[in-house]
């Protein structure tokens, strides 16, 4: 299967360039071949230029490399920025999806699409949300996602629409990272603890991609790590894990941080139909988390 990654150099793009050296074909007589594409470069890896936003570029890339899926990757992921920049975010968020879609129908092949649980929130929910659940969003950034995924069932494509939450990796920047910077460098540090989640290892989730694609079935599915927790926990479990146990941590509320958005005050997504589907085992979240903190630190140190 020829296979079009774009964002390739953010978090899951990285990972998932780290799984195309060693995931073999179903057939296990050959690999893979991967494309990756993003806007910008990143030093030590190879990227080929795409700009989601113009059609006629996708199909020629799609054609030229006998592209036979797309994992979507890129996307505008600043969520307070996203409010007083709401076109922008609707032309990467919404229209580049949809032209993937255009192009990779045309070919005959898939369309694998990163959404998010901003899609949620609005409603006051205490169980996690399915996949038929109805979107709520909160803010532009939940909104202009929830518009992809509209476009893309639109178009009739061959689709996997994942929703996912809290991504974090060894790659640029994540709410891991910060912390781990801020636990190591701050006396004292407040975290909210009434906004509850699952974190997300990109490479869990690139992992379960990559077994997705070798069976596709077609349809929208949620995957983040087993497990529940707080940013105020997560931060915990960061610190401990790191070793950085001379910060202070503690709780506080969401509104003593004002943002110009609402975030999902609980978004734990419901993953059966994904672990049914598939037969994907999904790691608990502070398995993940350490060894990810692990990768970090050996990196750090060579």
């Known amino acids: 299967m020829n296979i079009l990654v774009t964002g390739a150099n953010g978090q899951l793009g990285n990972e998932l360039r780290i799984l195309a050296k060693s995931i073999p074909a179903p057939n296990n007589t050959d690999c893979h071949t991967f494309l990756f594409t993003d806007i910008s470069q990143a030093e030590g890896v190879e990227t080929t230029f795409l700009d989601i936003t113009d059609l ?3 199909r020629k890339i799609v054609q030229d490399n006998h592209i036979n ?4 990757c890129a996307a505008w992921t600043n969520v307070d920025a996203a409010e007083s920049n709401e076109e922008t975010c609707e032309l990467l968020n919404a229209t580049a999806p949809e032209n993937l879609a255009i ?3 045309e070919a005959g092949g898939w369309l694998v699409q990163i959404s998010t649980d901003y899609i949620f929130g609005k409603e006051p929910y205490n169980i996690p949300c399915r996949e038929d659940q109805k979107g709520t969003p909160t803010g ?3 909104m202009t996602k929830l518009h992809g995924e509209q476009r893309i069932l639109a178009s009739g494509v061959k689709h996997i629409i994942i929703r996912t939450a809290w991504l974090y990796s060894e790659f640029g920047k994540n709410f ?8 190591a460098t701050k ?6 603890f009434d906004q509850a989640g699952t974190p997300t290892y990109a490479l869990d989730l690139a992992k379960a991609i990559m077994d997705i ?3 596709p079935v077609k349809g929208i599915y949620h995957y983040s790590n087993e497990g529940v927790c707080s940013w105020y926990d997560f931060t915990k479990m960061i610190q401990e894990f790191s070793g950085n146990t001379s910060c202070d941590v503690q709780p506080c509320h969401s509104n003593e941080f004002p943002s110009p958005v609402t975030r999902p005050a609980y978004s734990v997504l419901d993953k059966t139909k994904i672990k049914e589907t598939f037969g994907i085992k999904i790691p608990y979240w502070t398995d993940s988390l350490k060894a990810c903190i692990r990768n970090i630190m050996s990196q750090e140190t060579n």
């Not at 891991?176 to 636990?183: I, P, S």
Request: glycine share 4%; proline share 3%.
């Open 213 to 215: 694609l070798n069976h």
């Open 187 to 192: 006396p004292q540090l407040k975290v909210v």
């Open 103 to 105: 192009a990779i129908k």
């Open 176 to 183: 891991c990272k910060t912390m781990l910077n801020l636990t």
């Open 140 to 142: 532009v950034y939940g």
């Open 56 to 58: 006629d570029a996708i």
């Open 69 to 72: 899926a797309i994992i979507n």
